[in-house]
């Protein structure tokens, strides 16, 4: 029998950091659910939204991409490609019912949560994980998408495939998985949906552990969405789903996992690509 001190044995310790694992996992939960409720204001209509600003001359950081390049040093420090990307990238709310190609949509899963090789050895994810513990799964609703069955599909980091799930019935209105209402869904390709696993994480990092899990989530939606810039796709991260609705046909076990965030992704309307 070991004793560590305080006439606590080892068995003791390692029962009481296994119940509190648990305990920061239901207080995740518990947080989870209350974080749900309130007041959720939507835009009134005919739901604009303000110009963007795409000339600031007034803005003392300011600067062309040219001059934020050469002040690091030159072109080959930074890509001028990604910097561009990053300029670029905006939210767009209505799209044009075309089909995506099945490669972007691989592309952009990869870009969510793929896994990367590095000297033929596949390691660590594209995005950063509190201590490597990746508590995240990735849901794809495919509506249109070249050679992708219609419907709700697994993404599987190790092989960057899907997984069709025939049993998740579509949403006779895409619309009723929203809060979110001023966002044309009937003409999007696919959505994105970002599942978080607190059980996955809070036995590491105690009720952190959650924070942790949105903060991934952030890193995964914006190299979803920096990619879909880079390709021509449009799309909006969106916070405003109906948690039971979505939790419910993914049948997650919300003690343990929770939808925690979404990206709708189409093509251009063909207003917007004329413009
Ligand atoms: C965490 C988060 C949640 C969001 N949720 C929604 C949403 O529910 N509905 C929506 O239309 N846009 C949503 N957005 C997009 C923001 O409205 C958008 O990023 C913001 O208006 C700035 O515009 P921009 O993305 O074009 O720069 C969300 C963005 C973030 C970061």
């Not at 209350?34 to 963007?52: I, N």
């Not at 972007?104 to 596949?122: F, H, M, N, P, Q």
């Not at 880079?230 to 109906?242: I, N, R, T, W």
């Amino acid at each position: 029998m070991s004793f560590i001190g305080g006439g606590l044995e080892m068995s003791d310790v390692a029962i009481k950091i296994k119940s509190l694992g648990a305990y920061y996992s239901q207080t995740a939960a518990a947080f989870h659910r209350v974080s749900g409720f309130g007041r959720f204001p939507e835009p009134e209509p005919p739901y604009t939204f303000p110009e963007v600003q795409t000339d600031d001359a007034s803005g003392a950081l300011s600067q062309s991409l040219d001059s934020i390049v050469s002040d690091v040093g030159g072109a080959s420090v930074v890509s001028p490609l990604l910097l561009e990307v990053i300029d670029a990238r905006l939210s767009e709310r209505s799209f044009g019912s075309i089909a995506l190609p099945e490669a972007y949509i691989g592309s952009l899963l990869w870009a969510a949560y793929g896994k990367r090789t590095k000297g033929g050895e596949v390691c660590n994810r594209v995005v950063p994980s509190a201590g490597a513990t990746y508590p995240l799964s990735v849901y794809l609703l495919a509506l249109f998408v070249e050679g992708v069955s219609c419907g709700f599909h697994r993404y599987q980091p190790d092989s960057n495939s899907l997984v069709f799930l025939p049993q998740i019935i579509i949403p006779s209105r895409v619309n009723d998985w929203f809060r979110t209402t001023h966002i044309d869904y009937t003409k999007a390709a696919a959505i994105v949906f970002i599942v978080g696993n607190w059980q996955g994480i809070c036995p590491k990092y105690g009720a952190r552990g959650y924070r942790y899990l949105l903060l991934e989530a952030g890193h995964m939606a914006q190299n979803v969405c920096l990619l879909a810039t880079a390709l021509g796709v449009s799309h909006v991260p969106v916070g405003g789903f109906v948690d039971d609705a979505v939790n419910t046909a993914f049948d997650l076990d919300t003690e343990k996992e929770g939808t925690v965030y979404s990206v709708v992704l189409g093509q251009l309307s063909q207003q917007r690509a004329q413009k």
